[in-house]
């Protein structure tokens, strides 16, 4: 199995050959282990490089972190990619659920993501852990309860990176941000907060 290099090359993040097999690897544990386990409903090799492509795409336009927190990571969107193509910096992918934890460790061993660390809890419950610089999410709840949920993580260099529908009008009524962009790109809207609200 091998990606289309070509529709990555329109990201311009300087995507090596380690890159390429790491997600390839990473494609084929997600097709083998998502049959049985009913990850997602997106198996094909064309919809999980979709998937990565929205996962990476934020990489262009965001400013550098040195260290990440992705909340509810579940079949490995965004923040198991971003570990893959930041292998450099420190990342937690944070997830309650212990099927898709088993998932994401045999990924994180099998692809030797030294700078990846699998936390199996729900987000407000970890303790103990250094703020994080980045922030990520993909529809997991709203955007008002997400910036709640991870004031144990964050602190006021924190900026997040949540990865939005349709609804995104609606929640930044009620979540009263003030200092943020979105880029919209297809039908994703990629909400970019900086410093903490």
Avoid at 1 to 23: I, K, T
Avoid at 150 to 178: C, P, R, V
Wanted: proline share 3%; with cysteine; hydrophobic share 40%.
């Amino acid at each position: 199995m091998q990606l289309n290099r070509s529709n990555f090359e329109p990201l311009n993040l300087n995507l090596d050959e380690q890159f390429y097999e790491r997600c390839e690897k990473f494609v084929a544990l997600l097709q083998q282990w998502g049959k049985v386990h009913n990850f997602t409903a997106e198996l094909e090799t064309d919809q999980i490089e979709k998937n990565i492509i929205d996962s990476l795409y934020p990489l262009q336009f965001i400013n550098n972190f040195t260290s990440f927190a992705d909340i509810g990571t579940g079949a490995g969107y965004p923040g198991l990619l971003i570990a893959i193509a930041q292998p450099h910096i420190k990342g937690a992918l944070i997830e309650s659920r212990s099927k898709r934890c088993a998932f994401l460790s045999f990924v994180k061993n099998a692809l030797k993501l030294e700078n990846l660390e699998v936390i199996c809890a729900r987000v407000e419950e970890v303790e103990n852990q250094e703020p994080f610089e980045l922030i990520t999410s993909r529809a997991v709840t709203n955007t008002s309860l997400l910036l709640q949920l991870t004031k144990n993580i964050s602190d006021e260099h924190t900026s997040y990176l949540f990865y939005k529908g349709s609804m995104l009008k609606e929640e930044l009524q009620e979540a009263k941000l003030n200092n943020y962009k979105i880029i919209n790109v297809h039908e994703r809207n990629y909400l970019h907060i900086q410093g903490q609200q």
